[in-house]
T-cell receptor, first 117, second 112 residues
Framework: GAVVSQHPSWVICKSGTSVKIECRSL??????MFWYRQFPKQSLMLMATSNEGSKATYEQGVEKDKFLINHASLTLSTLTVTSAHPEDSSFYIC?????????????FGPGTRLTVL | SQQGEEDPQALSIQEGENATMNCSYKTSINNLQWYRQNSGRGLVHLILIRSNEREKHSGRLRVTLDTSKKSSSLLITASRAADTASYFC????????????FGAGTTVTVRA
């Protein structure tokens, strides 16, 4: 099946620093990538949708200046959490859309656990 | 935003038994998908059922969809310890809108 990777798998940072998370589709070209966050024992909440070469579309309540998304190629999207604070600690998961034969199925990465001290 | 609700929230069964979980949603959909998430991991796509389909099978999984009741069920037959995970339903609103709205999830524990 289609494979999506994320890097890093976990990161601990100090309050006020910025953290970049990479999402890569390894064996397909993801025309669209999605970023979600998940708090412990809760469901996934969509943060933003990114299409290659265009600006990301953010969901209501998500600060675009805080969560910078760049979708520079059909296989790479990055999420940068700027000036991170403890309340940004969460599990961030990306997904890619566009795998051949399953164009309407999102394939998810393994997630990145962010802990802000 | 979250549109689906799942029940039960948690389910504990013996290995070999069947596990059934339900998902209800509020608005019309193009398709409904089920995902599995092992603790602290990403999501694994299990099955997609379209709005014009009523039932779909994949191995030990059986999914039904009742659009009149806006509900779906996932049945795992002959459960195994490896099926222990959280299961989420997710709905896609239309054929050209791929954003998924996830349900709250059902945590399944299969006892050996």
């Amino acid at each position: 099946g289609a494979v999506v990777s994320q890097h890093p798998s976990w990161v601990i940072c100090k309050s006020g620093t910025s953290v970049k998370i990479e999402c890569r589709s390894l064996d397909f070209q993801a025309t669209t990538m999605f970023w979600y966050r998940q708090f412990p024992k809760q469901s996934l909440m969509l943060m933003a949708t990114s299409n290659e070469g265009s600006k990301a579309t953010y969901e209501q309540g998500v600060e675009k200046d805080k969560f910078l998304i760049n979708h520079a190629s059909l296989t790479l999207s990055t999420l940068t959490v700027t000036s991170a604070h403890p309340e940004d600690s969460s599990f961030y998961i990306c997904s890619g859309l566009g795998a051949a034969g399953n164009t309407d199925t999102q394939y998810f990465g393994p997630g990145t656990r962010l802990t802000v001290l | 935003s979250q549109q689906g609700e799942e029940d039960p929230q948690a389910l504990s069964i013996q290995e070999g038994e069947n596990a059934t979980m339900n998902c209800s949603y509020k608005t019309s959909i193009n398709n409904l998908q089920w995902y599995r998430q092992n603790s602290g991991r990403g999501l694994v796509h299990l099955i997609l059922i379209r709005s014009n389909e009523r039932e779909k099978h994949s191995g030990r999984l059986r999914v039904t969809l009742d659009t009149s009741k806006k509900s779906s069920s996932l049945l795992i037959t002959a459960s195994r310890a490896a099926d222990t995970a959280s299961y989420f339903c997710a709905t896609a609103p239309s054929s050209n809108d791929y954003k998924l709205s996830f349900g709250a999830g059902t945590t399944v524990t299969v006892r050996a």
